[in-house]
């Protein structure tokens, strides 16, 4: 787990806002899920890392990416798992819609900590992850895999992906183009962004240099190079 600013900019104002979301997020999660079940509320991703985007709008500074939490439970069947899934739904779209900006509720049984796989996502959420609710050593749990247990697949899956969001580019471009809207660009941007982003990711795992924070990723692609 990691602590300080949520952003990469670090600014207070942003802080303070993100920190009152996570609590109103908290609240919903322990409304929607009964404490039997509830084993604990994860932020992950940009804000998880501390390094989430910021816009400045005519209300301030506000998030700029959706907020991507796990809500890990425990003595769930799948029956109870599905019921949850269900509640939790609701208060996802509610709290989006509230707060203006997207949270993504996914639940996790407690079990898939431990059995959790040699991939990026995990290898990375061990590392850098927010505790919004539930013990602080929650994402211990999962296993403590190094860099080099991370398989080859992973870095065809990756580059798979990011050639994907290239070809919607592409397909936005061919059908849109000059009439292309202001939200068809800023998809054009972030998915872009996020393609050259994996690519770099996939060079650093194949040379053994990866890093989960993007502030550390020029120093390791420069070694690299």
Do not use: C
């Given at each position: ?40 509320t ?27 939490l796990?809500?890990?439970v ?26 203006g ?13 431990d ?17 919004v ?20 697949e ?27 809207t ?44």
């Open positions: 787990m990691i602590a300080g600013s949520y952003t990469a900019l670090r600014i207070p104002e942003a802080d303070t806002l993100i920190r009152a979301h996570l609590a109103e997020i908290r609240d919903a999660v322990r409304a929607a899920v009964p404490p039997r079940f509830h084993a604990g994860v932020l992950f991703g940009g804000y998880g890392r501390g390094e989430g985007g910021v816009q400045d709008t005519q209300h301030g500074v506000r998030p700029h990416n959706n907020y991507d796990l809500v890990v425990r003595h769930a069947n799948r029956l109870v798992q599905k019921w949850l899934r269900r509640r939790l739904g609701p208060v996802s779209r509610g709290l989006g819609a509230r707060l900006v997207g949270v993504d509720l996914s639940l996790l049984p407690d079990s898939a900590l059995s959790a796989p040699a991939q990026i996502f995990w290898y990375d959420v061990r590392r850098m992850h927010r505790i609710d539930g013990p602080e050593d929650l994402m211990e749990r999962i296993p403590a895999y190094s860099q080099q247990d991370i398989p080859g992973e870095q065809a899956r990756l580059l798979l992906n990011r050639a994907t969001l290239l070809a919607i580019n592409r397909w936005i471009l061919d059908v849109h183009g000059p009439q292309a202001p939200k068809h660009l800023r998809t054009l941007r972030k998915h872009t962004v996020k393609a050259i982003l994996g690519y770099g990711d996939a060079v650093l795992l194949a040379a053994g240099e990866y890093e989960v924070s993007y502030r550390a990723k020029p120093d390791a692609l420069a070694r690299v190079e």
